[in-house]
Nanobody, 124 residues
């Protein structure tokens, strides 16, 4: 079993930056594919970014491509989401997710483990 704990959310002005972190428990983190999803009020959860187990392959939703960067540090059991040039439409609860596997995954139902979420609010 893997437990995921997100941190780093908060309130930021449009154009600003935040870095989200997701700390994972367990010794098998390095064999897990990881992803970030978000859910805005009244909307469905949507894919943001994914990374494979080595960190060598990443994938982004079109809405965040060029602004967000996903990365991981397997020595620290942590995955990050660097968010730059934030927009009000990025406002949402952000969730970290993980699953065993060597590829990367973009669908929520592909993931086995989820964090509790961290709130990001971007003011205009």
């Amino acid at each position: 079993q893997v437990q995921l704990v997100e941190s780093g959310g908060g309130l930021v002005q449009a154009g600003g930056s935040l870095r989200l972190s997701c700390a994972a428990s367990g010794r098998t983190f390095s064999s897990y594919a990881m992803g970030w999803f978000r859910q805005a009020p009244g909307k469905e959860r949507e894919f943001v970014a994914a990374i494979n187990w080595t960190g060598g392959n990443t994938y982004y939703a079109d809405s965040v491509k060029g602004r967000f960067t996903i990365s991981r540090d397997n020595a620290k059991n942590t995955v990050y989401l660097q968010m730059n040039s934030l927009k009000p439409e990025d406002t949402a609860d952000y969730y970290c997710a993980g699953r065993s596997g060597t590829y990367f995954y973009t669908r929520a139902y592909d993931y086995q483990f989820w964090g509790q979420g961290t709130q990001v609010t971007v003011s205009s």
